[in-house]
């Protein structure tokens, strides 16, 4: 069995992993950099699962942007197959390369056949791309568990040995071993046999004060007594049962739009004119108008 590419690691350290994260915005606990450090020196895919918008997707966003690697994103979907995950051939083209070589005389059928199945037809999908890159590059396989069964067993194929078989140009190899982050949003359960390749990172709302710190972070030239308040407001409608949950992407939404609005508290006037920010559910509005008694 051939043995898989080497992956250089990225990271010196933890506090390594923690410095440069929080350099390009994203803001990880020692629980975070820990794991993503480990996953990093094992050459291990990092399995990062949690409700929608706890910010899965920009830790491997932020990881790419840390390292200076390039991002290629698989996006999981129902009916996702093969073809639109590895790689697919121009069929247009190779019809039109077989009319035109039908439309000469004396043509050899083996040299067109050889000819209509080279890299000029070679339609080439996330995964092996990620795989061919020679410069670094971070994979993110989002939302893992939208994908149907069968999906997960190429991902096993793939992520055992980081090498793809093409029956008509032969095996593709990595020659550098892409960092891989897997997102699930626990939909449902994954594979076990796809769990023991990766490292796991269980992730759920930050706590009210690492989020007021994502929040100055990222919006810093928000107050912070309107961050503080822009905060307890978000984890009360999170406590609430809701279709949707704000996500820290539309907390930080929400801290803009204030903002932009040049409002200095987040009193109930100011709460009902902005809340379609963070809750895109009429439902989910009118159940925090009653319980924020904002009527």
């Not at 820990?34 to 920009?58: H, N, Q, S, Y």
């Not at 999981?76 to 093969?82: A, I, M, P, V």
Request: net charge negative.
């Amino acid at each position: 069995m051939p043995r898989p590419p080497s992956q250089s690691p990225q990271f010196s350290s933890v506090s390594d992993v923690g410095k440069r994260l929080a350099a390009v915005g994203y803001l990880p606990d020692a629980r975070i950099s820990t794991t993503v450090f480990l996953a990093d020196r094992l050459g291990k895919p990092l399995l990062v699962e949690g409700p929608a918008g706890t910010g899965k997707t920009e830790l491997a966003k932020a990881l790419a942007a840390a390292t200076g690697s390039e991002l290629i994103r698989l996006q999981c979907y129902e009916g996702l197959d093969e073809a639109r995950a590895l790689y697919e051939w121009n069929y247009k083209k190779q019809l039109l390369r077989i009319q035109a070589a039908q439309g000469t005389d004396g043509a050899d059928w083996g040299i067109v056949h050889d000819d209509i199945f080279g890299e000029e037809f070679l339609l080439s999908r996330p995964l092996l791309t990620a795989i061919r890159r020679s410069e670094p590059t971070v994979l993110l396989i989002d939302e893992t568990d939208k994908a149907d069964v069968e999906v997960e067993g190429l991902l096993l194929e793939v992520l055992s040995d980081f090498q793809v078989t093409i029956p008509e140009l032969g095996t593709v190899t990595a020659v550098r071993r892409p960092m891989v982050v897997l997102t699930s949003n626990a939909t449902r359960e994954l594979s076990e046999a796809l769990k023991r390749r990766c490292l796991y990172l269980a992730l759920d709302y930050p706590s009210a004060e690492r989020e007021r710190e994502i929040v100055l972070s990222r919006v810093p030239d928000l107050a912070p007594g309107l961050a503080e308040q822009l905060v307890r407001t978000v984890r009360a409608l999170r406590a609430l049962e809701l279709k949707k949950s704000p996500s820290i992407s539309e907390t930080l939404d929400w801290a803009q739009t204030l903002l932009e609005l040049g409002l200095d508290t987040l009193d109930e006037d100011a709460v009902r004119s902005t809340l379609g920010v963070v809750l895109k559910h009429a439902s989910d509005q009118d159940r925090a108008a009653a319980e924020l008694r904002l009527n």
